[in-house]
């Protein structure tokens, strides 16, 4: 009896995750407000539904009463998250708003599922998060001078980075991260994303000279080849990648773009010859039976995890996903596929995408320079990340350690993310303030115009002031100036 | 742009996922590193391996008390080629294990199961082995150690796979430390139809007649030799079947009557690099293109360019340091039977439902020309002057017609202790059968294969 309320939860949440997915995809096709709120509202029908799909297959399994209250505090969770967050900002973007609840959902299920325990401590921890990265937009709304600080971004994020060496804990043969007050582990390298991210926007804000090309690049690359040197591999390949489109958006050059892309390709094969960590993982990707008890373990578990669940999934608590090393961070995919579905995993592949492309857009949408390139930098450090790892975890790519946002187990990769998602939120704010504002000024001037006719008509004298415009200092302004 | 380069990145993931689903999944997944495959007999109840009419061969009965007991109703029959799954699993039990324990069972029947709780009942394999056959090839064999395959040349099909000494699959478990045990020399687990070396004696004469004629296309009908029932070549002596005196010989005869010294001149004029790789086209010192799950012993054949003079002669006719399985040997007089190409041998017909739906059909499969069919039509009549005119008028028979080769292998010194091998097929024109069968400890000549190969024949047509 309760295999077949498994069998048909299943069933039920991939037909509303399909649902889901197919309005994210109506939102970004349509124009209209009326349009758009209806399919936020078709999106957060599916989310809810879902969520309560999910955690009432696991109350059947479990049949524990602590998972009914569980789950009521993660509805109150999501009810008061998507509430405050529209209250405070009131033109914040529903769509990365449901997405993100929708990622932390399954996510919630998943991690349920693979252990009651530390599911709730990851709650806390992401209920934490998303209070602190509440924030994050107002910052960015309000303070317009955070392209003078290029030069704090990059110490910053450098001697995070190096102090990992002096106080790390070594965690799957890398120095990922140190653990403050014995409480829980930070992991500098899911933060410093975000000020690299910042840095190389403020350098090019000001710049695009050669020489100031020169620089940023030997700072970033100093980035990278300290992540390199502390193994991880994953958090560096993103870093890269990241560099490589922000440089090439800002300066429009191939000439950039396929040096750098040149330049990696010898850099990867360099580490290839010298790092026996780098040539583990490519060999292991080539052929994980070589050694299948060993390096190939991880990756094995998690292709026979994908098969076993095939594209309609076990099931959940009918599959084995406890059996992949690591399942709740880095190879949560797996698990999702084997007792969701092959199905639902390409679903949360393309809301992933969706997220994406949200953040592509309204990087296009920004006018000057330092905000294009901070929408543009998170987009692209967000979509390599979620194509390193699940392309790791079904072995498209080689496996290289990195969490999928939202959706792992882990504190730092969360607040990370519910920080990059903040920022993306400010910034699409910050653009609808302008349209508005652009609005605003021009019904002002038809209303000036009106008036001044009439006066004319008239034959009064004296001509209207069309008024001072208070100018501020702010790089968007600017850029909007100039293309006027 | 960027949108553009990023869905495309995406899209390629998913791509590659679904061909990962599709098409590589259900291979990776059967392995003995997948926990999950355990588990599925706590849902499933284990299907049955069926014969090629639905004979039962394998299956899990319960008692009253929910204890599930696997019967295997034909006994040591089909014990190493149906294999068994309570000591380890071995032959089709391994080879269909993923099928065996998934059900296809109709959605509405699983629901219903799952109501009454009652374990879904698994797939059932049909194979293509008819017990009738399997049982004359057993017959055959007698008492002797050996192995039989019988196998249909135009689909690849095997009929009836043999291998004795054997054992009860139904008693593995119980009589496994007997079975492992040291004092225990018969080796009754090793299924030597695909895993038994043996020099194939007389019967490689077919490969060392093919290479000659390859070698001389135009002219080997002219080939002509004397016979003095032995010859010497360096200090040693090669002499025929018990101090035959041929005659004059063509190649045609040469082979009829199994003439040693005949092929061992042969052997002396051949281009040893070419007929290396003559060997290794037909699949010696290669993997055989067998069901991935079939366990098998490669063949193997060392001759080449550095080869001294004794080696080359004794390798020309079957002695020497060549080896061979009885199914590959099989498989060789199959590409003969069927116009020069080799359908790969398989054993799996189909996978159904428990209800009877076909879940999945495995089609026969060409694994290559190995020779060209006039080759082919030349080595079928040889093959057919064995019989009629050569070294087995014992296979004569007014109702089909035979074409074989008999062998004796030595496998030492002493020429007393051979095994005997028969290959061949009936009937010589549209062939049905094919048939590999060998007699350890079976003596020179082959004279108890082809008694054995005849009862299978005899047995066969007239069914």
Not at chain 1, 281 to 309: E, H, K, N, Y
Request: aromatic content about 12%; overall charge neutral; some cysteine.
């Amino acid at each position: 009896m309760t295999n077949i309320g498994i069998q048909a939860a299943k069933y039920i949440m991939l037909v509303l995750i399909l649902l889901y997915t197919l309005s994210t995809y109506h939102y970004l096709r349509m124009k209209t407000h009326k349009g758009r709120n209806q399919a936020c509202g078709m999106q957060l029908f599916c989310m809810f539904a879902l969520h309560l799909t999910g955690y009432l297959a696991i109350i059947l399994y479990t049949g524990e009463t602590a998972m009914v209250y569980f789950y009521l505090v993660q509805v109150v969770f999501f009810i008061l998250y998507l509430v405050l967050f529209r209250v405070f900002y009131k033109k914040a973007s529903r769509l990365l708003l449901n997405n993100t609840c929708m990622l932390l959902s399954i996510s919630f299920i998943m991690l349920t599922r693979l252990g009651a325990e530390r599911a709730v401590r990851h709650f806390i921890i992401t209920a934490v998060a998303a209070a602190i990265a509440m924030v994050a937009p107002l910052i960015v709304r309000r303070m317009r001078y955070l392209w003078r600080f290029g030069w704090i971004y990059a110490a910053i994020g450098i001697v995070a980075l190096m102090a990992i060496f002096a106080f790390s804990t070594v965690k799957h043969g890398a120095y990922l991260s140190f653990d403050i007050g014995g409480l829980f582990s930070l992991q500098p390298s899911e933060f410093v994303k975000i000020t690299f991210v910042f840095f190389v926007a403020s350098m090019f804000q000001t710049s695009l000279s050669f020489k100031r090309v020169f620089v940023t690049t030997a700072v970033a690359a100093l980035h990278v080849l300290i992540l390199v040197a502390s193994k991880d591999l994953g958090a560096a390949l993103i870093y890269f990648i990241a560099y490589l489109l922000m440089l090439f958006v800002a300066t429009r050059s191939y000439f950039y773009l396929i040096g750098g892309a040149a330049a990696g390709s010898i850099a990867a094969v360099l580490a290839y010859r010298v790092f026996g960590h780098v040539k583990v993982r490519v060999q292991v990707w080539q052929d994980p039976w070589l050694d299948a008890t060993g390096d190939g373990w991880q990756i094995l578990q998690a292709l026979f995890a994908i098969g076993s669940g095939g594209f309609l999934g076990t099931g959940l608590y009918q599959g084995m996903p406890e059996k992949i090393p690591v399942v709740r961070s880095d190879f949560i995919f797996a698990g999702i596929s084997e007792e969701m579905g092959g199905i639902f995993a390409i679903a949360l592949l393309l809301i992933c995408l969706s997220c994406l492309l949200q953040f592509l857009w309204i990087s296009t949408w920004m006018d000057g320079m330092f905000y294009k390139i901070i929408a543009f930098g998170l987009a692209a450090v967000y979509g390599a990340q979620v194509f390193l790892n699940i392309g790791g975890v079904i072995k498209f790519i080689p496996s290289t350690g990195i969490t999928l946002p939202f959706v792992s187990h882990g504190g730092s990769s969360i607040l990370s993310t519910f920080i990059m998602f903040g920022i993306i939120q400010g910034l699409y704010i910050l653009k609808q303030d302008e349209v508005d504002r652009i609005e605003q000024e021009e019904k002002l001037e038809r209303r000036r115009q009106a008036l001044h006719a009439k006066r004319y008509e008239a034959g009064a004298a004296g001509v209207g002031n069309p008024g001072e415009r208070t100018r501020r200092d702010s790089p968007g302004r600017r850029a909007y100036q100039k293309s006027k | 742009m960027a949108s553009v380069f990023f869905t495309l990145m995406f899209l390629s993931v998913i791509g590659y996922f679904c061909w990962y689903l599709v098409v590589k999944s259900e291979d990776t997944i059967d392995s003995s590193y997948n926990a999950r495959l355990d588990t599925f007999s706590t849902r499933v109840v284990r299907g049955e391996i069926r014969g090629k009419n639905g004979e039962v061969l394998a299956r899990t009965v319960e008692d009253g008390e929910g204890n599930e007991t696997r019967e295997y109703p034909y006994s040591n029959l089909f014990a190493h080629v149906a294999g068994y799954s309570d000591a380890g699993t071995t032959g089709l039990e391994a080879a269909a294990n993923q099928y065996l324990l998934s059900t296809h069972l109709s959605l509405l029947e699983q629901v219903d199961n799952e109501m009454k709780e009652v374990k879904n009942p698994g797939d059932n394999v049909v194979t293509t082995l008819d017990p009738y056959l399997q049982q004359l090839a057993y017959d055959a064999l007698g008492d002797y150690n050996g192995a039989c395959v019988i196998m249909e040349p135009g689909t690849g099909k095997i009929l009836a796979m043999v291998s004795r000494p054997d054992f009860d699959p139904n008693t593995v478990a119980a009589d496994w430390e007997y079975l492992i045990s040291e004092e225990n020399e018969e080796a009754n687990l090793l299924n030597r139809a695909t895993q038994g070396l043996y020099p194939p004696g007389s019967t490689f004469k077919l490969l060392t007649t093919l290479e000659y004629i390859r070698e001389n296309p135009e002219n080997w009908g002219n080939y002509q030799y004397e016979c003095e029932g032995s010859m010497k070549y360096g200090d040693s002596v090669m002499s025929c079947y018990e101090g035959h005196v041929h005659g004059v010989l063509d190649l045609r005869l040469s082979l009829a009557n199994s003439c040693n010294t005949s092929f061992a001149t042969i052997g002396g004029t051949l281009d040893l690099d070419k007929f290396h790789s003559l060997c290794e086209s037909f699949l010696f010192n290669q993997a055989l293109p067998l069901p991935e799950a079939m366990e098998y012993r490669q063949s193997s054949f060392v001759l080449d360019g550095n080869s001294g003079l004794s080696e080359r002669v004794q390798t020309a006719i079957g002695q020497g340091r060549t080896m061979i399985s009885p199914l590959h040997n099989a498989m060789i007089v199959s590409a003969i039977a069927n116009g020069g190409t080799l359908m790969s041998p398989y054993v799996m017909e189909r996978v159904e439902s428990a209800d009877g739906k076909v879940v999945k059909q495995f089609m026969p499969e060409s694994a290559g020309k190995l020779l060209s069919a006039s080759e082919a039509e030349t080595l079928t009549d040889f093959m057919v002057a064995v019989v009629n005119e050569g070294t087995s008028p014992s296979l004569q028979s007014d109702s089909y017609q035979v074409a074989g080769k008999t062998g004796s292998a030595e496998f030492n010194s002493n020429k007393e202790d051979s095994h005997a091998w028969f290959v061949g097929f009936a009937p010589a024109k549209n062939p049905e059968i094919v048939v590999s069968i060998i007699y350890e400890n079976g003596g020179t000549g082959g004279s108890v294969a082809t008694k054995g190969a005849k009862k299978i024949f005899e047995g066969y047509f007239s069914r």
